[in-house]
Each structure stands twice: as structure tokens, then as C-alpha cells.
């Protein structure tokens, strides 16, 4: 087979469609945006899991003055209270699951409450003693926070035992529900790519349908006749990839890493332009891949007429 005339054959079906063309690649661009979208919303995702997680407390919350739930009765948790919850945290039962711990005085609470809300009306109105003294416990596997709890929840004193993953779980949710929306509507725009790209093929075959009954008469098989439309879907579909992964480098650079690294600081990990690389092979592989299939498909269906 003469890669000359194959070649030349694809680039004259590119010229003759150039309307289509522009469309199978904005198509592909669009799609494949989303799609690296949600490949680094799961990256992110995994990130923040590993960092966050080890990073969550189960806080031991102990009773105050007006606390009438857990095991409270409108009475501060005593002394010897405190340090029964030591003593179980110390105790040969929980040692080898907890990393750390240290307790959180009614003072340190306070403070910690108004750098937390020193905008909202209820610092003004909120005293020490009003917040629970606790403990805050570290655990060496953050997954076998149960069996403190169950530990800890029914001794005298305590108000509440809370793993704070709880909260992250519901982060976490979100962003799941936005990964799966991403590839919902990727997969909605790839679907309509394939369709474009077939559909072009197709337009491309029939304006050459003389040009094919001649190759087909002196002989040229199938694999030759085929291999220029094909090439034409790769060729489009390869621009609108290359696009795609120049986008996704983009949007790590300047928002990822420049909008929310500057925004949220050192408060958690984000994705960097090593990850937008390792992005950008997979979808032009994906759209060189999709467009060879629909392509070979369209043309191989349209000689069989």
C-alpha cells in the first residue's frame, strides 16, 4: 500500500469536508474535556481521601452544665470522669489502634470557636464553659474508628463520641456526584462524536463514490480503500484530543493550581501538571480509538451497499 496516495486521499476528504470537520473536532474537544475533567476529579478525590483521612480525629466530647444527652444530666463531667476515658484510651484494649490523642480544655475550645466563627453573631454570645471539654484521638487506621467508639460511648461523662470523617464522607459525596455528572454528559458528547464522525465518513464516501467504483474495478481491496477515511476521523479526532489535553493542562495550571492553590493554601492537596500529563496520552488514545472504530465502521458498512 502507497502511503503517499493514502495520505493524499485522506488530506483531499479533510479539504471536502471542511465544515464537518471542524465539528468532529469541536465535538471530540468538548467531550474529551469532560472526560479528563472527571479523570482529575478522581485523582483529586483520591488525594484528598489519603491526605484528609489520616488526618481525622474521633473527638470525645464530655459533658457541660447543660447537656442533657449521651450520658449527661445537666452536670459537668467530673475529674475522675476525665480520666476514666484516659485510662480506657490508655488501656491495652485501644493502645494499638490509636496514634495520638490530647485533650481540649473549655479554654482552648473557646478559642478555637471564635477563629472559627469570629464573623457570626454567636461568638459574642457563647462563653467557655458552654463549649465540651474533649479528647482528640488519632487513630493509626482512621476505618477501624467503630471500635473506639463503641469503647467510649457509654462511659459515665461523655456527651457524644463523633468520627469526623462523617463530615468528610459528605465532601467527598459531592464531589463524587460532580465526577459522575462529568462523565454522564462525556459520555453523552462522545456518543454524539462517534455519531459525527461516522456520519462524515459517510458524506465523505458518497461525494467519492465514482473515485471508489474505479478503485474497486481495477482491483484495490477493501484495506486500501478504507484506510483514507479512516485516516480522515483519526486526523480530525486527533485535533480535537490534542486540544482536550492542552485544556485540561489549563485548567490545572491556572485554576486548580493558581485560582484554589492561592485560595485555599496549604489546606489541602491538589492536582498538579504531573497528573494533567498523565491525563493527556489517555485521551488522545481514547479519541484516536473511538474515531478509528466508528470510521471503520461507517465506511466498511457503506462498501457493503
Known sequence: MRLGLVLNEASQGLRRNIAMVISVILVTFISLTFVGAAILLQMQIGQMKGYWYDRAQVAIYFCTDVDTGGNCAQAEATTDQIAAVKAQLQSATLKPYIKKFQFETHEEAYTNFKAQFSDSPLAGFTTPSMLNESYRVNLKDPNRAAILIDSIKNLAGVQDVEDQRGYLDQIFAVLNAASYTA???????????????????????????????????????????????????????????????????????????????TTLG????????????????????????????????????????
Open 183 to 261: 462523565i454522564g454528559l462525556a459520555a453523552l458528547m462522545l456518543i454524539a462524536a462517534v455519531l459525527l464522525i461516522a456520519t462524515t465518513i459517510r458524506l465523505s464516501a458518497f461525494s467519492r463514490r465514482r473515485e471508489i467504483g474505479i478503485m474497486r474495478l481495477v482491483g484495490a481491496s477493501n484495506r486500501f480503500i478504507q484506510t483514507p477515511f479512516i485516516l480522515e476521523g483519526v486526523f480530525a479526532a486527533l485535533i480535537g484530543s490534542v486540544l482536550a489535553g492542552g485544556a485540561i493542562v489549563a485548567i490545572v495550571q491556572f485554576f486548580v493550581r493558581g485560582y484554589l492553590g
Open 266 to 305: 496549604a489546606t489541602t492537596t491538589l492536582v498538579g501538571p504531573a497528573d494533567a500529563w498523565i491525563v493527556v496520552p489517555i485521551l488522545i488514545v481514547l479519541g484516536a480509538l473511538l474515531a478509528s472504530l466508528s470510521a471503520g465502521a461507517a465506511i466498511s458498512r457503506y462498501l457493503k451497499v
